[in-house]
């Protein structure tokens, strides 16, 4: 008999099935970074002069930045002149004006992915917004959204249609010298999405945008920007893959959501770029800022993120509650593998009266992977009477993994009440051999563990995406969570 | 002209890490008998059950067993149970966030797939539940909790005797089911089981103490000691060892 250890660890190994490459042709920047290449990215979007002086900024100041040192990850050092900052699919004249002139190659490509865009196939009740590397192909549902006052579209598209709403909110959240890969974003960004939910209306399908980065040697640095204006309302979705590759790709993006008052932001990530192979080669570091600004008196800013891939994820989704009686969420599920490494938590940042959080973050580690949960609860003198929960939970699988806690609590108000609790289990072969002796396999077993472990996280997802995650976490699970 | 036996181990030497737990254990159980198992703490009552029910870890150096004419080590152990072998574990596993119910239906339908039958939906298997959940006075709410978690120790082990009633064993092994348990619930678990006697299914009752064998009365007593049964009888051997102590058969073996 093998140890039940050998069998949870091959359980876990799969192979990465979103590995495909796509063989469109591609406009692209030559490799490197510096002043032209931010002025042609910017013509070639068409961009005012004041977001390429914006751009020329945030380059300078990056100039400044050294990359950081403190996360609990290791890699080599990345050559920023290698990269190629300006990729996308070559099209016949101009933009297409609508789905039906894409390239039915990237068409195509988003379907394999399970993501179908032309109108008969696209999901239902769900508007997608596809970038593939470096631009926006294509926005379903936009005219439907529309008749709500409800704008949904690319990055460069806002930029170009609604300049001054853009001009207001970007950086406005994520200031371009709040951090080393914010201020290069802020540089180079590519597109991306932006949605304005209008006062008053609640979104009524799942807002979602699909990163597939394709070329190879090219980064992808995405701005998201999503506001939703007094009592609106939205679920939005962020989806991702790429293409199995030897080398790292970088991948920087920068989000950012107001709530305005009453309103409320859920904002969902399924993350699942290239993770390397098991040796550790290859792979997306995944280095992302996320915030949301809880403006408004009573809004709500809700993170749920499942990272399942990158070899390196480092990211903290946010939230500034501002407004009095404001709260932000955020529930994880991050699962590292083979050499995979995770670092990733979230800020709370009361400011306003009667401001609430909570943190559930669920960290599953196998292989010879490295999860660490960092989070910061701050509670600001201005803020009376505000309430933190958080519950970090680590599970082992097998011995070579590593499961890390950095909790920081900064308290400036008495009266405040912030709560902590953690632990850390191992899969246990107790576990297993017990469901395996009610007749169950140990694949589903596994499954069910681990499915049980992350409850909590899984029913914030929207249902459809909830499955997904599922599915995702490396067995497939058939509704396991029961 | 006898039977195949449901279980017949013979001759048993197994340990685990090089140390030698059990040493020439010989037993056979009929099909509609009820075993109990006694002897003091470490005498490798659980090393048994364990190694029946295919726990891994354990090395069988010499000697057989056979269940329902089949090797039955040769068995991964979900393969055992869906055959109808069932552990009630002495110490019963937590699940957190998996939901008894649903883990419970997946198990049953694991073993009736294996049997040829079809799977229950969510309707009949309610219905099924209810039905069981009568023999053992299990409050309903205990069903829509996480496996075994935060259960207290009486909760655990009538939780245990419910899903032997919902999957209705060949071979039912109840380890130390008695321990934890007042003597109220002792008495329903106890009747709960008396209910599940079948037969064409047999029980091996683990226990220390002889109070559990005033309700589940067994065909057979074994004394175990220091790894092999050291003296067999009838429900008198019990009592005699209650009176005795188990000093009386240690020195008289
Ligand atoms: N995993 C193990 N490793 C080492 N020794 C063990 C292990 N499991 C049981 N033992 C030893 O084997 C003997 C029998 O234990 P056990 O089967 O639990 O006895 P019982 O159930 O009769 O009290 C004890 O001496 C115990 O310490
Ligand atoms: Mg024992």
Redesign the pocket.
């Known amino acids: 008999m093998s140890t039940s250890t050998d069998t949870i660890e091959s359980l876990v190994k799969q192979d990465y099935k979103y590995g495909f490459v796509t063989d469109v042709e591609s406009e692209s920047a030559p490799p490197g970074l510096n002043e032209d290449i931010i002025r042609l990215i910017s013509t070639k979007k068409q961009e005012p002069q004041w977001l390429t002086d914006w751009r020329l900024k945030s380059y300078r100041h990056w100039l400044t930045l050294k990359e950081p040192q403190w996360q609990f990850v290791k890699y080599p050092p990345v050559d920023f002149q290698d990269i190629t900052y300006y990729s996308a699919p070559k099209q016949k004249d101009d933009a297409p004006k609508s789905l039906d002139e894409v390239d039915p190659k990237l068409l195509e490509t988003y379907e394999k992915l399970g993501i179908p865009l032309r109108e008969r196939a696209r999901l239902a009740g769900v508007a997608v917004d596809a970038v593939f590397d470096s631009v926006s192909v294509g926005t379903t549902y936009r005219e439907d959204l529309a008749k709500q006052g409800i704008i949904f579209c690319s990055f460069s598209e806002a930029v170009r249609e609604h300049p001054d709403m853009v001009r207001k909110y970007l950086g406005s959240v994520v200031p371009y010298t709040d951090n080393y890969y914010a201020a290069l974003n802020s540089a180079v960004f590519s597109d991306g999405s932006f949605c304005y939910i209008p006062k008053g209306v609640r979104c009524p399908m799942e807002l979602s945008t699909y990163f597939r980065i394709n070329a190879a040697k090219s980064g992808q640095f995405e701005r998201t920007l999503i506001i939703a204006d007094d009592h609106a309302s939205v679920s939005y979705l962020e989806g991702c893959t790429a293409p199995m590759r030897d080398e790292n790709q970088l991948h920087a993006a920068v989000v950012e959501l107001v709530a305005l008052e009453g309103s409320e932001i859920k904002y969902s990530t399924v993350q699942n770029w290239y993770p390397g192979d098991e040796q550790g080669r290859g792979g997306i570091y995944n280095f992302v800022t996320k915030r949301g600004l809880c403006k408004g008196r009573n809004s709500r800013i809700t993170w749920t993120q499942v990272e399942t891939g990158s070899a390196i994820t480092w990211k903290y989704p946010s939230c500034i509650l501002l407004g009095d009686g404001s709260k932000g969420e955020f529930y994880s599920v991050a699962v590292v593998n083979n050499r995979q490494q995770a670092d990733t938590g979230t800020k709370m940042i009361h400011i306003g009266k009667n401001t609430r959080s909570t943190i559930v973050s669920k960290g599953i580690s196998a292989g010879h992977g490295q999860n660490s949960y960092r989070g910061l609860v701050e509670i600001r003198q201005s803020a009376e009477n505000a309430r933190n929960f958080s519950q970090c939970d680590s599970m082992l699988i097998g011995n070579s993994c590593g499961a890390h806690t950095f909790p920081y609590i900064e308290v400036k108000n008495t009266t405040a009440s912030v709560e902590h609790e953690a632990s850390t289990s191992k899969i246990g072969e107790d576990q297993i051999f017990y469901c395996n002796s009610r007749g169950l396999e140990t694949q589903d077993a596994v499954n069910m563990i681990v499915n049980g472990f992350c409850k909590e996280v899984f029913k914030e997802l929207p249902m459809e995406f909830a499955v997904e995650a599922q599915k995702l976490l490396g067995v497939s699970l058939e509704g396991s969570v029961g | 002209m006898t039977k195949t036996p449901i279980l017949q181990i013979d001759n048993l030497h197994a340990g ?2 090089g ?1 030698e ?1 059990l040493k020439g254990l010989t037993l056979t159980i009929h099909a509609g008998d009820v075993h109990a198992l006694m ?12 190694i029946l029910a295919g726990r891994d ?1 354990y090395e069988v150096s010499k000697g057989t067993v056979t269940y329902m004419g089949h090797d039955l080590l040769d068995m991964d152990p979900e393969v055992r149970a869906r055959e109808g072998v069932f552990l009630a574990f ?1 110490y019963p596993v937590e699940i957190p966030g998996v939901n008894s119910t649903y883990f419970l239906k997946a198990a049953l339908n694991e073993i009736r797939k294996h049997r040829g039958q079809s799977e229950l939906d969510a309707i009949d298997f309610l219905a099924l539940v209810r039905e069981k959940m009568k023999l053992l006075e299990l409050g309903e709410d205990l069903l829509k909790r996480s496996v075994n978690s935060g259960f207290s120790g009486g909760e655990k082990k009538r939780a245990e005797i419910f899903q032997m009633a919902v999957l209705d064993p060949i071979l039912a092994i109840l ?2 089911t008695d321990s934890g348990l007042d003597i109220d619930a002792l008495k329903t678990v106890a009747e709960g089981v008396n209910k599940l006697r079948r037969p064409d299914s047999a029980q091996l009752v ?1 226990t ?1 103490y002889q109070r559990l064998l005033n309700y589940i009365v067994p065909d057979h007593v074994h004394v ?1 000691a220091d790894g092999r049964i050291v003296k067999s009888g009838d429900k008198s051997l019990a009592l005699e060892l209650e009176s005795k102590g188990y000093d009386w058969i240690l020195k008289s073996s």
């Open positions: 685990v890490e140390k737990i002897g003091l703490n470490g005498s490798g009552k659980s090393t048994l059950a364990a870890g002495q380890d130390e683990i220390h175990m």
